[in-house]
């Protein structure tokens, strides 16, 4: 198995790094490793596991008939299915997918995901586009193919096994299917690998999601799986239809997680008007002896946190001069301190900016040069971070001796509706970080 010789490889390596957003799955990944890992930089897996779907019984034999039917082949129809998963989960509108062609090469299939387009002409401009590729490399034998991958050009590697694949479309190309040599996709440490077995003497296609353990929960990864399930059924069901009409969850899950949010309460006393700490001061009317929030061996009433917020608010407030819009970030463990300095902020008028303290310095840096942030409220072992900025630094871990003597009661509103509450930038993992307001 080899790849494109360094000129037709260099081509379509260009044609992928122009794509602005490529796809982030920091959302999959275990909580321990969000925010550390670069998927498409990780090259040393440590726990290789895999999850497996069988494909069987009447899904397999009604696949074969769309085939049949549309002129189709079966890897085209499972390349659109894990496009489809990338796009759901990597958030992107373009996909890439490394597809193992056995003893020929590894080939990019790049998807622009038009949600109004059929499903069946997508699965057809990914079958003519890998043909065209196929029939029009220069395959150089020199290096194996191992050695040729680039992680970062790929979002995830795909292959499929059929015994017949390829044979009557490659003129030269006739070598048997060998996936137990050294070269194996299974010996890659290439973080994320789908492999396809179809069997047509069990009428059975065996797909095997390989993975490192360390980075992923398996409850994941099934989950992955059973969208694909989900999506080929679907295909199956109505291969005419727009993309944009696909459901992206299993019946089981989707009927879950309605009943989960079949929470709704009617709010007759809102009006577009209110604020979300003027809500939260609302509430703590309705409860004030309740508690609010716990933290490990802390618990603060809604009376007792509300007033912390009043107090904090005022502080800011005297320190510095706060317009609405105005930003402040927040470099914060997580504990009450938290609620109190995101209930402060939105009193004081301004808005807050969320920074997880297990960035890196450059990633903070940039969102706080991008910001302009006048304040920042941060734990005392952070300051040392922070030596280098002129805004003012607040400690919150002293809080208690901060805003003793300022007055606990409500403020005057300082802020309206329209404006900002928060600002949350994206992961960076594909780039720099972008803002959502």
């Not at 490990?296 to 800011?316: D, I, M």
């Amino acid at each position: 198995m080899q790849m494109y010789t360094q000129n037709g490889t260099d081509g379509w390596e260009n044609q992928i790094n122009k794509i602005e957003e490529r796809c982030d799955f920091t959302s999959l990944l275990k909580q321990e490793q969000k925010n550390k890992v670069v998927l498409n930089q990780y090259n040393h897996v440590k726990q290789q596991k895999s999850s497996t779907l069988l494909i069987k019984d009447n899904l397999y034999k009604n696949l074969k008939m769309v085939c049949r039917q549309h002129c189709l082949n079966l890897n085209s129809i499972l390349q659109f299915s894990w496009h489809k998963i990338l796009n759901i989960y990597g958030n992107s509108q373009h996909t890439v997918i490394g597809t193992i062609v056995p003893n020929i090469g590894t080939f990019p299939s790049i998807v622009d995901h038009d949600m109004d387009s059929l499903i069946i002409d997508a699965i057809k401009h990914i079958q003519d586009r890998m043909n065209e590729m196929i029939r029009q490399s220069t395959v150089d034998f020199s290096l194996p193919m191992k050695e040729r991958v680039t992680h970062n050009l790929f979002d995830w590697l795909f292959a499929y096994k059929d015994n017949s694949i390829l044979q009557s479309e490659i003129e030269g190309k006739e070598k048997s299917i060998d996936y137990e040599t050294k070269y194996t996709v299974e010996k890659f440490d290439y973080p994320l690998v789908v492999i396809a077995y179809e069997s047509v003497e069990t009428e059975c296609i065996t797909i095997v999601q390989k993975y490192p353990g360390e980075l992923f929960e398996s409850q994941t990864i099934d989950n992955i799986l059973g969208v694909a399930n989900e999506i080929l059924s679907q295909i199956v069901d109505n291969p005419v239809s727009q993309i944009s009409d696909l459901h992206l969850l299993p019946k089981k899950q989707l009927q879950m997680i309605e009943e989960w949010n079949d929470t709704a309460t009617d709010f007759p006393e809102l009006n577009t008007t209110t604020t979300l700490h003027e809500l939260f001061e609302e509430q703590v009317e309705k409860s004030s002896d309740k508690i609010a929030v716990v933290y490990e061996n802390v618990q603060l009433t809604y009376r007792e946190l509300n007033e912390s917020a009043n107090q904090l608010a005022r502080y800011l407030r005297s320190i510095c001069y706060i317009h609405p819009d105005d930003l402040i970030a927040l470099l914060l463990d997580k504990s009450e301190l938290m609620i109190i300095s995101i209930l402060s902020v939105w009193k004081s008028g301004a808005a807050y900016i969320p920074i997880d303290p297990s960035y890196p310095d450059e990633r903070i840096q940039f969102i706080l040069q991008d910001t302009k942030a006048k304040v920042i409220i941060t734990n005392k072992k952070y300051l040392t971070r922070l030596e280098s900025y002129s805004m003012i630094k607040i400690d919150v871990d002293s809080i208690r001796s901060i805003i003793n003597g300022h007055n606990k009661t409500n403020m005057s509103p300082m802020c309206s509706c329209t404006n900002l509450a928060y600002i949350i930038y994206t992961s960076g993992t594909t780039g720099k970080p972008k803002s959502v307001l």
